[in-house]
């Protein structure tokens, strides 16, 4: 049984070394309003299968998009002592653009919103004063209500996709209890030494949603070990999400479907986006999936829980 931990960080330690490519992605893409549910479940499975990436369009938030983008620019132009003073804590707050806190060429900064709606973890997200930002926290409270909506939707097609039944992933901790993080992030866009300002990565939950701003720089590498490596640019699409599939659903699904490394590389623009995390309760137990594996193709990883998976991988980005 192969660890997927420590392949994903050989990875970081080692990719950018090495020689690269570019060209770019035809991402497909799936209509989340469409009332033919067959196909889009089965275009949502060649898209897992083929990119672990695909576009999401009339996913009913298209009206909320400039106002989450303007309220993203209103916290992070607040000054830098008034952010510190919701600095990360329990996953929660702001990180600053710090060589010291984030992983060697990372030209970020960013703010992270926990779950709303566990009352154990509530008072653990951080937000500005009403003096400071009027009215930004409900906006941002409603944001990610929205999201998780989306993000629910989304995943009861993920279940359908492998031939499970549309409320599998919320039987078992994934959606009830949600675990699920908004992070909002800020690239000042200035010239720096590393190509990357958002180091090559792959994301470690279910799956996320990503919305930018229209500024390019985001790519993807769908085959890690190939060599050179071929990075895809993912241009932006008005009003879509990016969605991409996460470490735990490659583990879910034996790796039929893909959590496909990608990245961000500098243009010199300043850039906005922000990521919906949709990850399972800590508690909850991710093993292979009956219908992914066979007596031919037998599990590749160990049940873990996700708390334990979660942590070790932050843990390991932090280090
Ligand atoms: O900023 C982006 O476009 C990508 C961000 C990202 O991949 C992440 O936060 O995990
Ligand atoms: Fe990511």
Same mark, same amino acid.
């Given at each position: 049984?192969?660890n997927?931990?420590?392949?994903?960080?050989?990875?970081?330690?080692?990719?950018t070394?090495l020689?690269?490519?570019?060209?770019?992605?035809?991402?497909?893409?799936?209509?989340?309003?469409?009332?033919?549910?067959?196909?889009?479940?089965?275009?949502?499975?060649?898209?897992?299968?083929?990119y672990?990436?695909?576009?999401?369009?009339?996913?009913?938030?298209?009206?909320?998009l400039?106002?989450?983008?303007?309220?993203?620019?209103?916290?992070?132009?607040?000054?830098?002592?008034?952010?510190?003073?919701?600095?990360?804590?329990?996953?929660?707050?702001?990180?600053?653009?710090?060589?010291?806190?984030?992983?060697?060429?990372?030209?970020?900064?960013?703010?992270?919103?926990?779950?709303?709606?566990?009352?154990?973890?509530?008072?653990?997200?951080?937000?500005?004063?009403?003096?400071?930002?009027?009215?930004?926290?409900?906006?941002?409270?409603?944001?990610?209500?929205?999201?998780?909506?989306?993000?629910?939707?989304?995943?009861?097609?993920?279940?359908?996709?492998?031939?499970?039944?549309?409320?599998?992933? $919320?039987? /078992?901790?994934?959606?009830?209890?949600?675990?699920?993080? =908004?992070? !909002? #992030?800020?690239?000042? *866009?200035?010239? &720096?030494?590393? $190509?990357? /300002?958002?180091?090559?990565?792959?994301?470690?939950?279910? =799956?996320? !949603? #990503?919305?930018?701003? *229209?500024?390019? &720089?985001?790519?993807?590498?769908?085959?890690?070990?190939?060599?050179?490596?071929?990075?895809?640019?993912?241009?932006?699409?008005? *009003?879509?999400?990016?969605?991409?599939?996460?470490?735990?659903?490659?583990?879910?699904?034996?790796?039929?479907?893909?959590?496909?490394?990608?990245?961000?590389?500098?243009?010199?623009?300043?850039?906005?986006?922000m990521?919906?995390?949709?990850?399972?309760?800590?508690?909850?137990?991710?093993?292979?999936?009956?219908?992914?594996?066979?007596?031919?193709?037998?599990p590749?990883?160990?049940?873990?829980?996700?708390?334990?998976?979660?942590?070790?991988?932050?843990?390991?980005?932090?280090?």
């Amino acid at each position: 049984m192969e660890n997927l931990i420590a392949g994903k960080v050989c990875f970081h330690n080692c990719g950018t070394f090495l020689k690269e490519m570019s060209a770019t992605s035809n991402l497909p893409i799936i209509d989340l309003s469409s009332l033919h549910r067959l196909s889009t479940v089965h275009s949502i499975r060649q898209a897992c299968i083929e990119y672990g990436f695909f576009y999401l369009v009339n996913h009913g938030m298209e009206n909320d998009l400039a106002k989450a983008f303007d309220e993203s620019r209103r916290f992070f132009s607040l000054p830098l002592q008034e952010k510190m003073k919701l600095a990360r804590k329990e996953n929660r707050g702001y990180s600053p653009l710090d060589p010291t806190l984030v992983p060697k060429g990372d030209s970020k900064e960013f703010y992270y919103i926990g779950p709303l709606a566990d009352s154990t973890s509530a008072y653990l997200n951080q937000w500005p004063s009403e003096e400071l930002l009027r009215n930004w926290r409900p906006s941002m409270e409603s944001l990610y209500s929205k999201f998780f909506g989306v993000g629910k939707k989304l995943l009861s097609l993920i279940a359908l996709s492998l031939n499970l039944d549309e409320d599998f992933f $919320e039987k /078992i901790g994934v959606i009830d209890k949600p675990g699920a993080f =908004l992070r !909002l #992030l800020h690239y000042p *866009g200035e010239m &720096g030494p590393h $190509e990357e /300002i958002c180091t090559a990565h792959s994301d470690f939950g279910t =799956l996320t !949603l #990503l919305l930018t701003d *229209g500024v390019p &720089g985001l790519q993807i590498c769908r085959d890690n070990l190939e060599e050179p490596q071929v990075w895809e640019d993912v241009p932006h699409m008005e *009003g879509a999400f990016i969605v991409n599939i996460g470490d735990l659903m490659e583990r879910w699904t034996n790796c039929l479907y893909r959590s496909t490394m990608h990245r961000v590389i500098q243009t010199g623009k300043e850039r906005y986006s922000m990521a919906f995390f949709l990850d399972p309760h800590p508690d909850c137990v991710v093993e292979c999936l009956e219908s992914c594996c066979s007596e031919s193709t037998p599990p590749r990883f160990a049940p873990i829980r996700s708390g334990d998976y979660m942590n070790e991988r932050f843990k390991m980005q932090s280090a």
